[in-house]
């Protein structure tokens, strides 16, 4: 996709992979609308970025009703959606606060899932658009203390891959983002948690896991949108995670070559 003109709605872009993403697009053409809870930062970047800002806290289940007609009432369609927002949960699964399970469950599940769908059908019917999920390759690996951020990146990476399937033909695109750690306040409480700490150490102490630069992350994102590739995995050393369990898909897909990805109208 020709990102010049277009318009992308990224959330959680007050910092961290959303701000680097959002400036990425930005100096691509994209015109960017901003989604995120600091107000003022979020003001800030749109109005350095020449895009719009709308505050909104998408763990609240009426902040994400209708935020994209919102969004689309001032300043145009969505061309391109990056549901980057996203929190951790880590910890003893029976010592995490009920509160806090719902909250990350509501964020890094179901918000994506419904923004998706509030984007979908104008994007179809304007014959454009990409649905970027950032997800995790704690999605596919197991570590102790992720039970909860883990399975609420398993279930974004596989709602993107089948909603790829049943697009499959039609003008709008995904790309399904896993990537490892990411250094930022986020990855800092997660080391919190000494047997998840010591869990990553020992990734490192094998060469599997490394930290990765936002701005890399972004550049690569920004480029999988250009190109409309499917996928974007990041470290490229951890590949063999991401690629083993897409085997079990790819299997699936071969068998059902041949049958209707969209009912007969």
């Known amino acids: 996709m020709d990102l010049k003109r277009r318009r992308a709605l ?3 872009a007050s910092r961290g992979i959303g701000e680097a993403v959002a400036r990425r697009l930005a100096e691509a053409g994209a015109k960017v609308a901003l989604v995120a809870r600091n107000a003022t930062r979020l003001e800030e970047l749109a109005e350095e970025l020449d895009g719009t800002a709308h505050p909104a806290d998408l763990t609240d289940p009426a902040a994400v009703e209708g935020l994209v007609a919102a969004v689309e009432d001032d300043g145009g369609p ?3 959606l990056v549901n980057n927002a996203g929190i951790d949960a880590v910890g003893s699964f029976a010592s995490i606060d ?3 399970l719902e909250r990350i469950y ?3 599940l179901v918000s994506p899932v419904l923004l998706t769908r509030q984007v979908l059908p104008g994007m179809l019917e304007r014959g454009r658009g990409r649905i970027v999920n950032v997800s995790s390759l704690a999605g ?4 102790p203390g992720m039970a909860a951020y883990a399975s609420t990146k398993a279930g974004l990476s596989q709602f993107t891959e089948v909603l790829s399937l049943d697009l499959r033909g039609l003008p709008v695109g995904t790309t ?3 990537l490892g750690p990411i250094p930022s306040d986020m990855l800092d409480n997660v080391q919190s948690y000494a047997p998840t700490r010591d869990s990553f150490n020992r990734g490192r102490q094998l060469g599997l896991i490394t930290d990765i630069p936002r701005e890399q992350v972004a550049d690569e994102i920004v480029r999988a949108i250009r190109h409309d ?3 974007v995995r990041l470290p490229k050393r951890a590949l063999a995670f991401p690629l083993m ?10 068998t059902i070559t041949g049958v209707k990805h969209q009912p007969d109208s």
């Not at 596919?140 to 570590?143: G, K, N």
């Not at 369990?245 to 299997?251: D, V």
């Open 10 to 12: 990224v959330t959680g």
């Open 78 to 80: 969505v061309d391109v």
């Open 98 to 100: 009920p509160d806090d």
């Open 106 to 108: 509501r964020l890094n």
């Open 140 to 143: 596919v690996a197991a570590y």
């Open 176 to 178: 399904l983002v896993e």
């Open 229 to 231: 590739r499917a996928h």
């Open 245 to 254: 369990a897409q085997l079990p898909r790819e299997i699936v897909r071969a």
